[in-house]
């Protein structure tokens, strides 16, 4: 490829650092399925998967996806591992589970105090209640727990995020300003 370039009068090529997406599933109710025997599950209890799904996701649209251990249902908890993330050489980041508006769903409020709502809830079944937010100038978005949901949102927020921050203009034929 490169002397294609070369041989028709092209020296320099922009190009742009892959973004970094940091995956961060939450809830006190997941175990690791490299280490959880599903024989042994106790009530309540549920194999993350999640964040193996959205990281080949990621992974293939052209970012690179970074995947953190759970994070048990803790708001402070919650509030600094975004935090520090944030903080660091991430470019995104999502957690996985904890978007709705229920008593142990923690994505809303840590958002609120770390930086800016955008979207809480959109017209996309299942996905409902997706969040997409601002943190320090990065994207945020709390991804709903249940799988199928998780997959639909990736698709339709996430990806094409990470389309536009690599500077792909097309996606499966639309096109994103």
Same mark, same amino acid.
């Given at each position: 490829?490169? =002397?294609?370039?070369?041989?028709?009068?092209?020296?320099?090529? !922009?190009? =742009? =650092?892959? !973004?970094?997406?940091?995956?961060? +599933? *939450?809830?006190? &109710? @997941?175990?690791?399925?490299? *280490?959880?025997?599903?024989?042994?599950?106790?009530?309540? &209890?549920?194999?993350?998967?999640?964040?193996?799904?959205? &990281?080949?996701?990621?992974?293939?649209?052209?970012?690179? +996806?970074?995947?953190?251990?759970?994070?048990?249902?803790?708001?402070? @908890?919650? =509030?600094? *591992?975004?935090?520090?993330?944030?903080?660091?050489?991430?470019?995104?980041?999502?957690? $996985?589970?904890?978007?709705?508006?229920?008593?142990?769903?923690?994505?809303? +409020?840590? @958002?609120?105090?770390?930086?800016?709502?955008?979207?809480?809830?959109?017209?996309?079944?299942?996905?409902?209640?997706?969040?997409?937010?601002?943190?320090?100038?990065?994207?945020?978005?709390?991804? +709903?727990?249940?799988?199928?949901?998780?997959? $639909?949102?990736?698709?339709?927020?996430? @990806?094409?995020?990470?389309? %536009?921050?690599?500077?792909?203009?097309?996606?499966?034929?639309? %096109?994103?300003?």
């Amino acid at each position: 490829m490169h =002397r294609r370039l070369i041989a028709g009068g092209i020296y320099q090529v !922009p190009v =742009r =650092r892959k !973004p970094r997406v940091l995956i961060i +599933p *939450t809830g006190s &109710e @997941l175990v690791d399925w490299r *280490t959880t025997d599903p024989k042994t599950l106790k009530p309540g &209890e549920v194999l993350e998967s999640n964040a193996f799904v959205l &990281e080949k996701m990621i992974q293939a649209c052209g970012a690179e +996806p970074l995947r953190h251990d759970r994070v048990i249902d803790d708001l402070d @908890l919650i =509030r600094k *591992t975004v935090a520090d993330a944030m903080a660091g050489d991430v470019d995104m980041v999502l957690t $996985i589970g904890g978007s709705s508006a229920g008593s142990k769903d923690y994505a809303l +409020p840590m @958002l609120g105090d770390l930086g800016e709502l955008l979207v809480h809830g959109v017209t996309i079944m299942p996905g409902k209640p997706v969040i997409l937010g601002d943190i320090q100038g990065k994207p945020f978005f709390g991804i +709903p727990g249940y799988p199928v949901s998780a997959i $639909i949102v990736c698709e339709q927020f996430v @990806l094409p995020m990470i389309k %536009r921050m690599i500077g792909a203009a097309t996606i499966r034929g639309r %096109r994103y300003p």
